[in-house]
């Protein structure tokens, strides 16, 4: 396990005489990493983190555990035990010793909840690649999206963003990340939008992959867009109701 983030006292003394504790933030990927670093380490009460934080033996320590859609982090109390320093392939970090308290039992509880697929811990998480070369475009639909679950278009679901600013940079992205929606503007820089839909469909087969199309471009973009392999074209300026119902039928939220 490894953390992202370490904060508390601001020394060893103050944390020594304050008995402040140090809290570690340590997302995982998703749902079943978590779990299965329960199955193989935590169920033990006790995990290692790796961390370039220098802890001493003794200091309390706060795991916030966390994975993208979990609504609630988790939170475990728990003690440094030992200190591993860092040798050849193996990373600096503590060992901790968890508390045994109102906690720990939460922790067990969530984990049983999680492996039984309980939908009310967690909301899905939608990953969109937003190729749009107009930042305030841009901004408009992320924001529109990210908003939308209050206004009952979106209910249930978080929206997580990469950007694109031309084709070449969404290709390069495509190549490397995956998605769940492909959200691109017909007329870009570099590479047009209808040359990366094509691309999405044939050299990087991403067949099943929803790709909206968006243009200001009328007949002649909405012809390029579907002839190149979208799913769908929405004229500009597009209303946000209609990006969230598309994706929610393309996608059979």
Avoid at 10 to 31: F, I, S
Avoid at 56 to 81: K, N
Wanted: charged content about 30%; proline content about 3%; overall charge negative.
């Amino acid at each position: 396990m490894s953390s992202d983030d370490a904060n508390g006292g601001d020394d060893a003394d103050q944390r020594r005489h304050e008995r402040k504790a140090v809290v570690l933030c340590v997302d995982y990927d998703g749902v079943d990493d978590l779990v299965a670093d329960y199955t193989e380490n935590l169920s033990d009460g006790g995990t290692f983190v790796v961390t370039t934080r220098q802890l001493e033996i003794g200091t309390d320590v706060r795991l916030v555990l966390s994975f993208p859609g979990l609504l609630e982090p988790i939170h475990v109390d728990g003690i440094v035990r030992w200190h591993r320093a860092e040798v050849g392939e193996n990373e600096a970090g503590v060992g901790i010793e968890f508390k045994e308290g109102s906690a720990k039992a939460h922790l067990e509880s969530v984990v049983a909840k999680l492996r039984r697929g309980d939908s009310g811990l967690t909301q899905r998480v939608i990953r969109v690649l937003l190729v749009e070369d107009n930042p305030h475009v841009a901004e408009l639909i992320r924001e529109g999206l990210r908003g939308s679950g209050k206004r009952g278009l979106g209910s249930g679901l978080k929206f997580e963003f990469r950007d694109a600013h031309n084709g070449r940079e969404a290709l390069e992205i495509l190549r490397a990340e995956t998605f769940d929606v492909l959200i691109v503007d017909i007329y870009l820089p570099i590479i047009d939008g209808a040359q990366v839909i094509a691309a999405v469909r044939g050299e990087l087969g991403l067949q099943d992959l929803p790709v909206i199309a968006v243009s200001a471009g009328g007949e002649p973009a909405s012809t390029a867009a579907v002839a190149a392999g979208a799913n769908i074209f929405l004229d500009k300026p597009m209303r946000l109701r209609q990006v969230i119902e598309t994706m929610r039928s393309l996608m059979k939220l």
